[in-house]
Structures are given as structure tokens and as C-alpha cells.
């Protein structure tokens, strides 16, 4: 799924009712699902991964539809390689 | 950009140094990438929000590369509508 695809069916979904919520809630909700994924990459199995990934992108996603960024041209800043050395692979410093 | 494709610059970028660097360190990379999201969406402009919803892309498609999840498979809950009431837009009692 292209992520301009993933904004659109979290728009259609959600986007009315995210809204509603607002832009603190949907903070608030990425984080709590990046603690169940956690968890899931923990002590879950395959399947509690793939739906624990599958929140952390829509709620990635309704908080890019709020905020008005397209993920998209977000994702410009990996495309050419690592953005701080400009490499692939990234030659950075390990830190 | 399709999920697949973010998964695999993530891979051919990143990979090798992340795997290094083992899952738990993803995910409190991905944590702080939260972090300071949060932060973009709360204070900043609309370039710090690009950078890091692409950080948190990038991340999370690092999380998923290193625990065999494609984030294809796992977008497909999300895919007919939302996963608890299977209606678009969603149906379910606001939470």
C-alpha cells in the first residue's frame, strides 16, 4: 500500500471522528499503541505484531491527515539515503 | 512511496547497523522518534513535522525488518474499513 493510499482509507475511516477527538488525542493514541507494539515485539507473536504495526501506521497516518503533512513528501527525506551522511548504507558514526 | 519500498530502503540503508544494534534498541529509538513528533506537532513548523513523521516511518519500518513483519500483510486490517465495527467510516462508539 502506497502511504498516500494509507492516508486516504485512514481519512475515510477515521478522519471525521479523529477530528472530533483532535490533535492531543491522536498524539496520545500513537503513543499508547507504540507501547502495545512494544510489548507485542516483547512477548507477542507474529500475529499480535501485525496488528500492533498496523495501529502504530493508522494512527501515524490520522495524525499526518490532522497536522496536514503528506507522508509522502515526508518520506523524501530517506529516499536518496541516510539524511545525515547521505550514504546507503549509512556510514554514520554509530551511536 | 509503498510500504514495501519503505521497508526496503529502511533495510538497505539501515539494516546492517540496526540488526546491530538489536530490536530493543528500535524500539527506543522509536519511542524517542514519538517524543519528539509530539513535540513537532505540539510547537514546531511544518518542516520539523515532515522530518519526523519521516523518522518515525523510517523506525518503524526498522522494527518491522528486524521482527519479519511486512507491513503490507499488516496494513490489510485496515484495508475494508475499521477492524472492530468493519464499517468505513467507522461505527463504533466514540471512545
Redesign the interface.
Given at each position: 500500500?502506497?502511504?498516500s493510499e494509507?492516508q486516504r482509507?485512514?481519512e475515510?475511516?477515521?478522519?471525521?471522528?479523529d477530528r472530533?477527538?483532535g490533535?492531543s488525542s491522536a498524539?496520545a493514541w500513537?503513543?499508547e499503541e507504540?507501547g502495545e507494539?512494544?510489548r507485542a515485539?516483547?512477548k507477542g507473536d507474529?500475529s499480535d505484531?501485525?496488528?500492533e504495526?498496523?495501529?502504530?501506521?493508522?494512527w501515524?497516518a490520522s495524525?499526518?491527515n490532522q497536522?496536514?503533512?503528506d507522508?509522502?513528501?515526508?518520506?523524501?527525506?530517506?529516499?536518496a539515503?541516510?539524511?545525515r551522511c547521505g550514504?546507503?548504507?549509512?556510514a554514520c558514526a554509530?551511536d
Open positions: 500500500m502506497d502511504l494509507l482509507i485512514t475515510t475511516t477515521y478522519g471525521e471522528r472530533q477527538r490533535v498524539v500513537l503513543a507504540i507494539l512494544a515485539v516483547r507474529h505484531r501485525l496488528e504495526f498496523a495501529d502504530v501506521l493508522a501515524t495524525l499526518a497536522t496536514g503533512v507522508l509522502n513528501e515526508a518520506i523524501t527525506r530517506y529516499a539515503g541516510c539524511p550514504a546507503s548504507p549509512c554509530l
